[in-house]
């Protein structure tokens, strides 16, 4: 059997199988395996809005290495990373590499990079996907040597895009357009930081806030969302696609 | 309204037939750059416009805005003739209750921004797909362009691919087969707000059977 009808079967046995996964977690689980076959160790499924807002509040699925997942949104990268911003713009896929810019007008965009590399990102693939609504979304992967193959890029296009759909039925997202958020950019951060497992706190230090006012958006959270407890906040936040 | 139309009442729809070889014209040819597909006399026609195409028209009053073709997969089209290797790794699927879908489209003036949920796209969708659940067609075979994929996901259809995507006309490109229900027509409704039939009740295309 020849590699071409490799890379063939793997994207179509997933395919095969994302339609039984139910459970966002096996989504994950069954995606990441499929890319760590191509050699990509980290990939992330996400609506693509535009700056300044944040990336945080519309991240699907996020197989990023936690450590650089923390430090990307800690830094606000998303607002110069070159990769997302080129995503914007096309609608066919790219290797991270073919982002333009200009290094010395847009020094951010090159610490993103260079950053990367240092967490093991040294390449990159991006799939853009434009939602029914017509929001800009994308599934982007990276990894420290993976396949660049012609033949693999097509393959990962498909996954890709079929990734994202079952993801977004499954978190009931491809109605974005349609429904009213209740939550405010901020309380949406805060509670996104609530989902990683950080105290209020941590919360405060990231973004810059007192203990006291990240517990008075919590607060103000739970009343909007109907929630007891600030895990039930968070539940139904994610449940909701708020966060 | 939703018009069906095939060798047995075309000759009631000769002008629209002709209206929409120029809209396709306009849209293929001159909008999208399918050059391919040029021809002097400013009508969008090819092979497979023959007697065994069925054509679904959304027509408001007396004007063409929509329209699509089904062409039968026991007879010559698309993917069969010129582009097979579309589907080379699922193969090509053929039967007399599979269809191939090509040539969807809706005038500039009724398609709603960049948003594909569009009311005209919606009625010509369901359109097909009622006609099709009627005649027990139960797939349809379609060469689409990747960005398609979310809308059609997004209308809860069960798209198989076929094969790899390839770059054609510039866009990356797929060959899917899509299954076809009673649920497909209900959750394309859903998508739409679209509350029943969009085809023309059955009296009005009653000359058909006077004249057979």
């Known amino acids: ?243 | 309204m939703i018009h069906v139309i095939t060798s047995d009442n075309r000759h009631l729809y000769e002008l629209e037939l002709l209206t929409h070889f120029r809209l396709r014209h306009e849209i293929y040819v001159v909008e999208r750059n399918w050059y391919d597909l040029a021809r002097a006399d400013g009508l969008e026609r090819d092979q497979f416009d023959n007697e065994d195409a069925t054509y679904i028209l959304a027509i408001d009053s007396g004007q063409v805005i929509g329209g699509s073709r089904l062409v039968p997969t026991t007879r010559p089209h698309l993917l069969s003739e010129v582009f097979p290797y579309l589907a080379s790794v699922r193969g090509l699927p053929i039967g007399v209750d599979i269809y191939e879908w090509t040539r969807m489209f809706v005038i500039k003036s009724r398609r709603e921004g960049r948003t594909m949920g569009g009311q005209t796209r919606g009625m010509v969708i369901c359109g097909v797909l009622e006609h099709c659940i009627e005649n027990g067609i139960t797939s349809l075979t379609a060469l689409i362009e990747m960005f398609w994929l979310p809308l059609f996901h997004a209308m809860g259809w069960n798209l198989m691919p076929l094969g790899l995507p390839e770059l054609i006309n510039g866009e990356w490109s797929i060959a899917v087969k899509m299954a076809i229900n009673e649920d497909t027509l209900a959750s394309t409704r859903r998508f739409h707000g679209i509350a029943g039939r969009v085809h023309v009740p059955a009296e009005a295309n009653a000359v058909t059977q006077v004249t057979v």
């Open chain 1, 1 to 243: 059997m020849t590699q071409a009808h490799d890379y063939a079967k793997i994207a179509f046995d997933l395919i095969d199988d994302l339609d039984r996964l139910t459970e966002v977690d096996g989504v994950v689980t069954r995606v990441s395996a499929t890319l760590a076959d191509f050699g990509y160790t980290s990939f992330l499924i996400t609506g693509v809005p535009e700056p300044p807002q944040r990336l945080e509040p519309y991240i699907l699925l996020n197989g990023r290495p936690k450590g650089w997942t923390e430090h990307y949104t800690r830094s606000n990268y998303y607002a110069d990373d070159p990769v997302a911003a080129w995503c914007r713009r096309t609608v066919n896929p790219f290797e991270w590499s073919q982002a333009p810019f200009d290094p010395e007008r847009w020094p951010r965009a090159a610490e993103v990079m260079a950053v990367a590399r240092e967490f093991g990102l040294n390449k990159g693939f991006l799939v853009p996907i434009i939602r029914s609504t017509g929001f800009q979304a994308c599934v982007t992967m990276a990894g420290e040597r993976p396949d660049y193959e012609p033949k693999a890029k097509r393959a990962l296009h498909l996954v890709s895009m079929y990734a994202h759909a079952r993801c977004a039925a499954l978190l009931g997202c491809e109605t974005d357009g349609q429904r009213r958020r209740v939550l405010s950019e901020r309380e949406r951060d805060i509670l996104a930081w609530a989902a990683e497992g950080k105290s209020s706190w941590e919360i405060g230090t990231i973004l810059g806030l007192s203990e006291r006012t990240v517990n008075w958006h919590v607060e103000q959270s739970k009343k909007k969302l109907d929630a007891v407890t600030r895990t039930q906040a968070v539940i139904k936040a994610l449940r909701s696609g708020e966060i």
